[in-house]
């Protein structure tokens, strides 16, 4: 199938994109396209403007710094995935770009712009989740920062505003006594997940639990944050207990069923791979 037509606009800088954003009716940004020409090739979207910010030098960048990694709106998943010292200093966004959809895909797709999209089974929404990370927007109005659990409202469905653009992403670093991991099932390798689970779990100096936290995809109309602070505070990673963590789990969430999975089934494997996520942090 074939968009509905439309007028393509190259942004020269962040602050051309904003201007246009602002004086075109119904322009949509266009970085890495993976999610919206789908959408526009069914005409479930059809937009009479196409902003392009792929190619602006300063959208295009990773930083890394003593407290996070932050990613520029043009970086695809790809470019992250494969920059070394982003694998060292937060190997979380690793483990989940592996399992974000094909290569092709990740070759083109940018990880801002599945965070605009707002798609509670990408595994991206998750992970900044789980971080308590943020995204930087611009536009006309000026600068302002987006903490996750404020972005997403619904399934695509962000607190964006019309005349906003992510500019960049901020995913806070663990500290040194601080595992993650990374479990979701899928129909098939790069499929949409039937459900996802990341977990974070912190450690005092003594090895035992400070903090524990799992962040779950594909079980709700967002990402969905549950916190084992007061059954794990202070017990070790042996001693947790799977009937808890899975009565915990199964009593939080509220999935719903589609034509891949019941919701009953999908509670019940997001509470497995909550457990299994929080049993590989050791």
Known sequence: MK????????????????????????????????SLIPL??????????????????????IKVDDRSVTVGAAVTHTTLL????VASELPLLVDAEKLVAHEVIRNRGTVCGSLAHAD???????VIRVLDGAVRTSSVDGERTIQ???????PLQSSLKENEVI???????????????????????GDYAIAGAVS??????????????????????????????QLLAKTKISDIGHDEIYEIVSSQLNPQADVHASADYRRHLAAE?????LKACV
Do not use: C
Request: charged share 25%; net charge negative; hydrophobic share 40%.
């Open 200 to 229: 974070v779990v912190d450690y005092d100096d003594a090895r035992s639990i400070a903090s524990a936290r799992t962040a779950f995809l594909s079980v709700g109309p967002v990402p969905i944050l549950i916190s084992f602070d």
């Open 40 to 61: 526009m090739n069914f005409r479930l979207s059809t937009p009479p403007h196409l902003i392009d910010i792929s190619n602006l030098p300063e959208l295009s960048e």
């Open 120 to 126: 509670p089974a990408g595994e991206m929404t998750a």
């Open 273 to 277: 791979l909550a457990w299994e996520s």
């Open 3 to 34: 968009p509905a037509s439309f007028d393509y606009h190259r942004a020269t800088s962040v602050e051309d994109a904003t201007q246009l954003l602002s004086e075109l009716e119904d322009a949509k940004i266009l970085a890495g396209g993976q």
């Open 82 to 85: 494969k920059t070394q010292r």
């Open 148 to 154: 996750a659990v404020d972005l997403f409202e619904g």
């Open 167 to 189: 500019v960049e992403a901020i995913f806070p670093k663990l500290g040194r006594n601080s595992l993650s991991s990374f479990r979701e099932v899928a129909r098939r390798h």
